[in-house]
């Protein structure tokens, strides 16, 4: 796509955007009583709001043009944080993390593909230079310290010695049976050919009888061919099969990663031009206009003050610097206008910036012609008006000191006896301010002062508290929507959420926060997410996919890995300020708890005494009131017997709990599909996927993976053009693992129903007592 292409899809998607900022203020102070009616609005925006942020994120990563790149950014931003807010409402509304809008997409026409949510590329993209550099640093320490990654991510299981004996002798005599097998095969079939020579002595005499014979199995197999081909083409109209080649990349799909790469590039340039362009518009400006706008200041202060003294008769008090100086003198007019405005906002935090960002694009570049930026290059006016602005800011905290002493003076001359109060009025203010501050100061206790960032972050790695972030992107927790979630629970029955369910959560509650400042900020604070489930259904996977997309540090507080370190009370104290520490400095940062439930245990195993795992279990609590709006750290727990813990405090640690379900048909039909062909399986008829995806019910990703890569050897990867995969190849090998039964699904179902959101949820399914429901939350609150 051409900058034009673009331009005009930035225009479409701005215009979409004002229409909903227009609609939507009405729609909410319409007073309703009816929920289906009030959960439909706010889908409905939802689903409208998730489509803008869609088009914006694929325009601000694709324009060139600086300037417009910062308010799409600022747009983005925006629409980020009110997505996050109208779930945040839904939540609250329906009682539960997951929604279905099947009937509202429905009726806007569109997929649950465009349902899904894009990670903005720009989170790993402008801090790419300090992640490389982080990841450096990391395992230049392991290195140093002697720690192998590899040996991490793939432990070597010992053997006793009569084990490998035995295995080394099962090996060889397979070998030698191998070798006897093929001499045998050699002397056949030289016995097979001396007979054959003899039996072909003779000459066969009825020569059409075999060449009609030949002509027969020649005809069969030829329209078996064709038939077959036939059938395949049937299929392929009917949308049954994909078409040929249709999993090989096209060559325009390879040129047009190359033209993102060209872009990108320019992007960048251009991001350096406009950077300089600031610097040095701004100096030509200050020796331009700098002396003009030093005069046309002091004319316009002169004259306030003869207009008070002629008012009231003596000369006024300036501002302060703290109150905005000369500023604040000619800004009284737009403070009251801002006000009124203010009283017909939304209460959301985000629609005013959305809303100044549509009026600066109406204002500046709606109807501008760009006929002459044909390269998207920077537009020195603007930069001039802005950097005016700023110069004038400057210069006006200069002209500030002489008007103060031009004031004093001609104080000095007309009314001296006023003067002497005022200055000492200022002077017990001042001393006042100064006394607040020193007592704030006093509060702060750093416990490593005397340390630096540097030293902390390598004690943490060699301590095997602060670990590598496997490379996961989100994309890879491989899943499929649920088409039946509005149904069932038309009818009174909660459905399990679906895989892709999960993976929005994980972007809206997980990944968005901590990439963007400005919407982690402003929007409703997630502090910590816990993720349950049985084991093998990707919980781990989750965890490195926020640190991978969002560049953040991981951190490993499970009770197994900080078991022996830091002992003591004063130790414990010292680990916790250094791990929080290096994450507010070193933020975005992921603190991952594995097997979280053991810290709240109900009863501590005997086996399990010596390590303590319910160390953490009385300061975790202080650590999230300790966690702002600005630092953005996620503390993450995963479990898969959270019915081990203590219900109350694990829920009062755990602001998000997200039940990560098993695969249901759907999900494992796109899963062995897709991981086979990432093994390098070949995909062809003979290989029932269908099949594969009903008998295999209950066994997770985990299960599927393991499966996959034990048939996919390397031997079995060349055979494939002779013996295509078979679904029996794959059931064969996955009968001697243990699926995840109903029970124990239904297990979590129950410890879920427990919680607080799941208390609610059940008291609004059994009578409308949604409002009680609701009541009863906020007073725990």
């Known amino acids: 796509m051409s900058n034009t292409m673009y331009n005009k899809m930035w225009h479409q998607t701005q215009e979409a955007l004002g229409a909903l900022l227009d609609k939507e203020p009405q729609k909410m102070v319409e007073p309703q009583r009816n929920q289906v009616f009030i959960f439909q609005t706010l889908a409905t925006f939802y689903i409208k709001y998730v489509q803008i942020f869609r088009n914006?994120?694929?325009?601000?990563?694709?324009?060139?043009?600086?300037?417009k790149r910062i308010l799409i950014r600022k747009v983005l931003d925006g629409v980020m944080g009110r997505i996050l807010e109208l779930k945040n409402e839904m939540v609250e509304l329906e009682l539960t993390e997951f929604?279905?809008?099947?009937?509202?997409?429905?009726?806007?026409?569109?997929?649950?593909?465009?349902?899904?949510?894009?990670?903005?590329?720009?989170?790993?993209?402008?801090?790419?230079?300090?992640?490389?550099?982080?990841?450096?640093?990391?395992?230049?320490?392991?290195?140093?310290?002697?720690?192998?990654?590899?040996?991490?991510?793939?432990?070597?299981?010992?053997?006793?010695?009569?084990?490998?004996?035995?295995?080394?002798?099962i090996a060889e005599r397979a070998r030698q049976g191998r070798l006897r097998a093929l001499f045998m095969k050699q002397i056949y079939l030289q016995e097979y050919r001396a007979k054959q020579s003899k039996t072909l002595g003779k000459k066969v005499t009825d020569s059409w009888a075999a060449a009609l014979c030949i002509q027969k199995v020649w005809r069969r197999f030829h329209q078996c061919k064709k038939t077959e081909k036939l059938r395949e083409e049937e299929m392929i109209f009917?949308?049954?099969?994909?078409?040929?080649?249709?999993?090989?990349?096209?060559?325009?799909v390879i040129q047009a990663e190359k033209v993102d790469r060209l872009r990108n590039e320019v992007q960048m340039k251009h991001e350096e031009d406009y950077r300089e362009a600031l610097v040095t518009i701004k100096n030509d400006l200050k020796l331009i206009?700098?002396?003009?706008?030093?005069?046309?200041?002091?004319?316009?202060i002169r004259h306030w003050f003869i207009e008070c003294r002629n008012l009231t008769g003596t000369f006024p008090d300036y501002p302060d610097i703290e109150e905005g100086g000369s500023a604040i003198i000619f800004s009284n007019k737009?403070?009251?206008?801002?006000?009124?405005?203010?009283?017909?906002?939304?209460?959301?935090?985000f629609l005013p910036a959305m809303k100044e960002g549509c009026n600066a694009y109406k204002e500046i570049w709606m109807n501008k012609d760009e006929s002459w930026n044909f390269s998207q290059d920077f537009d020195p006016e603007l930069i001039k008006e802005e950097k005016r602005k700023e110069l004038e800011s400057e210069i006006r905290v200069q002209v500030d000191e002489l008007m103060r002493q031009e004031l004093k003076n001609l104080k000095l001359a007309v009314d001296r006896e006023r003067e002497h109060p005022a200055k000492v009025g200022k002077k017990k203010k001042k001393g006042k301010k100064g006394k607040k501050k020193e007592k704030k100061t006093k509060k702060d206790k750093d416990l490593t002062a005397d340390r630096t960032i540097e030293s902390l972050y390598k004690e943490l790695v060699e301590e095997g508290l602060l670990i590598q972030a496997l490379k996961v992107n989100l994309s890879d927790y491989i899943g499929e929507y649920s088409y039946l979630g509005t149904t069932l629970r038309q009818v009174s029955i909660e459905?399990?959420?679906?895989?892709?369910?999960?993976?929005?959560?994980?972007?809206?509650?997980?990944?968005?926060?901590?990439?963007?400042?400005?919407?982690?900020?402003?929007?409703?604070?997630?502090?910590?997410?816990?993720?349950?489930?049985?084991?093998?259904?990707?919980k781990k996977m989750l965890v490195h996919a926020i640190c991978t997309e969002t560049g953040a540090n991981l951190f490993n507080l499970s009770s197994s890995n900080i078991a022996g370190k830091y002992p003591g009370k004063n130790g414990l104290q010292m680990m916790l300020h250094a791990v929080f520490k290096v994450a507010r400095q070193l933020q975005p940062s992921v603190v991952w708890i594995e097997d979280t439930e053991k810290t709240f245990y109900k009863k501590v195993p005997n086996a399990e005494k010596t390590n303590e795992p319910k160390r953490l279990k009385r300061h975790l609590p202080q650590i999230l009131k300790l966690l702002k709006p600005d630092d953005r750290i996620l503390i993450v727990g995963t479990t898969r017997r959270p019915f081990d813990a203590e219900l109350q405090p694990f829920c009062r640690v755990y602001q998000k709990i997200i039940l990560v379900p098993r695969p249901d048909y759907a999900s494992r039909y796109v899963l062995w599909k897709q991981i086979i062909e990432r093994n390098g399986g070949v995909l062809t008829s003979a290989l029932n996927v269908s099949c594969l995806a009903k008998v295999t019910d209950g066994f997770t990703q985990g299960h599927i993976v393991k499966v996959v890569k034990a048939v996919l050897t390397d031997q079995r990867i060349r055979r494939q053009i002779h013996k295509p995969l078979t679904a029996v190849e794959f059931i064969t090998a996955i009968t001697s693992m243990d699926p995840v039964y109903k029970e124990e699904e239904e297990s979590f179902k129950n410890w879920y129903a427990k919680t607080p959101l799941g208390k609610k949820r059940a008291l609004a399914i059994t009578g409308g007592s949604t409002e009680k429901a609701k009541d009863k939350g906020k007073r725990k609150e």
């Not at 809008?101 to 429905?106: G, V």
């Not at 206009?289 to 316009?300: C, M, P």
């Not at 968005?512 to 259904?537: C, I, T």
């Open 99 to 169: 929604h279905y809008f099947d009937d509202i997409l429905q009726d806007l026409k569109l997929a649950p593909q465009q349902l899904d949510i894009p990670i903005p590329k720009y989170f790993l993209k402008e801090k790419l230079e300090v992640i490389k550099g982080r990841e450096k640093i990391l395992a230049q320490i392991l290195a140093d310290s002697g720690i192998d990654t590899s040996e991490m991510k793939f432990p070597v299981k010992s053997m006793p010695f009569d084990q490998a004996v035995k295995l080394i002798q």
């Open 56 to 67: 914006l994120e694929n325009v601000y990563d694709q324009i060139v043009h600086p300037q």
């Open 289 to 300: 206009e700098g002396l003009d706008i030093k005069e046309n200041l002091q004319d316009q």
């Open 334 to 349: 737009t403070i009251q206008q801002e006000e009124d405005e203010k009283w017909k906002m939304s209460p959301s935090l």
């Open 238 to 252: 009917l949308g049954m099969n994909p078409p040929p080649l249709f999993n090989e990349v096209s060559a325009t």
């Open 495 to 538: 459905p399990m959420p679906s895989l892709l369910d999960v993976r929005q959560l994980i972007t809206l509650y997980g990944i968005w926060p901590l990439g963007s400042a400005a919407v982690h900020e402003k929007a409703p604070l997630v502090k910590s997410l816990l993720l349950a489930g049985p084991s093998g259904v990707g």
